[in-house]
């Protein structure tokens, strides 16, 4: 016998089958939650933005302008407290234009900064700080870097002014273009040497400056080096002038630079201590000034061997990373001051 279904039998099977149409509210689950909580935390808080704005101002790189005191302390004239609060002033104007330039060169870059392995981090490509305030804010800091300069001496003004000048072209145009980069960089390290003399109004001899010039041309130059090690190891796009540039080019330009420098702070210190008489022999140099080119020449070649690593890019970074090279520097800073101390002649 055949059995016939009955039209409720066929009915419930066909609501069976049809899908439903009812949204049912799913139950919050763990995930749900641990999502809740990152957005919460994802909120920007009230001081977000001027600890990122200071961070994005790189109070760490200040560190550089302890460069100003060079030329007093060369002179023999670090401790005199007419010149102290002038080479101060020098400090702090370095320090406002050089965090300006930063604001104003990272809001340039930020795209290429959030494809950076580490630079996405900072504060304006992540988010934190906005473009339109970074640029307003690094235009405030170039007026109070130049008005804190016009304190201290109309010289320094100038170098102030040249200094910002110079590092806005390489922001805007020029940091793309090799050589001059590498060559601007180095020009950096160099004003602010000359800035601390302009401020003290001091004489800086060309032994001095040459020592200075291609001492900063080192640690340009070291930097890229290390900066292309970094982008081999990793794949990361740093800088687009590194594509110009090859490792034996950086090799050259910094063996060159390695090699003025020490025969030019020799130069200088078989200089110091030396006084021309009338209608006699010149003084002998200063023993001190002598000595101190042996810790200079290793310190040298330490710093070489960091860079040659890849471990470091910033100079800053490999002194404060290096315990023998901090030693080095020590020393050589007591043989220095001994040498200027006890023969004070000008920079």
Not at 122 to 141: D, E
Not at 198 to 226: C, D, E, I, V
Not at 257 to 285: H, N, Q
Request: hydrophobic share 50%.
């Amino acid at each position: 016998m055949t059995s016939v279904n009955s039209p409720s039998s066929a009915q419930e099977h066909e609501d069976a089958d049809r899908p439903s149409t009812a949204v049912e509210k799913p139950e919050p689950t763990v995930t749900d939650e641990t999502d809740a909580a990152a957005t919460a935390s994802r909120r920007p808080r009230p001081l977000a933005v001027p600890l990122g704005l200071l961070q994005a101002m790189r109070p760490r790189q200040w560190v550089k302008n302890v460069l100003v005191l060079a030329a007093p302390f060369a002179a023999g004239k670090l401790l005199d407290l007419q010149v102290l609060p002038y080479v101060g002033l020098a400090f702090v104007a370095f320090s406002l234009a050089a965090s300006g330039v930063y604001l104003i060169n990272d809001t340039k870059d930020v795209e290429a900064d959030r494809a950076h392995p580490k630079k996405r981090y900072r504060p304006i490509a992540a988010g934190v700080v906005p473009p339109t305030l970074a640029v307003i804010t690094g235009i405030v800091l170039f007026a109070a870097a130049l008005g804190v300069s016009l304190l201290a001496d109309p010289d320094l003004l100038i170098v102030t002014a040249i200094y910002i000048a110079v590092q806005l072209a390489y922001c805007l145009w020029l940091k793309h273009e090799p050589v001059i980069d590498i060559c601007i960089v180095s020009s950096g390290f160099l004003m602010r040497a000359i800035a601390g003399g302009a401020a003290a109004g001091l004489y800086l001899s060309p032994w001095f400056l040459l020592t200075m010039a291609f001492g900063s041309l080192f640690m340009a130059s070291g930097k890229r080096y290390a900066e292309m090690r970094l982008s081999e190891r990793t794949g990361a796009k740093i800088r687009k002038s590194l594509e110009r540039y090859s490792a034996s080019y950086l090799r050259f330009v910094w063996s060159l630079s390695a090699t003025v420098v020490i025969m030019a702070y020799g130069l200088w210190a078989f200089g110091i201590g030396v006084t021309r008489m009338p209608g006699g022999a010149p003084t002998p140099p200063s023993t001190w000034a002598i000595v101190s080119i042996v810790p200079f020449v290793i310190a040298v070649l330490r710093y070489a061997v960091d860079v040659d690593g890849g471990n470091g890019g910033e100079p800053e970074e490999i002194v404060l990373g290096d315990r023998v090279l901090q030693v080095l520097g020590v020393v050589w800073v007591v043989l220095m001051g001994l040498a200027v101390y006890t023969a004070t002649v000008p920079a």
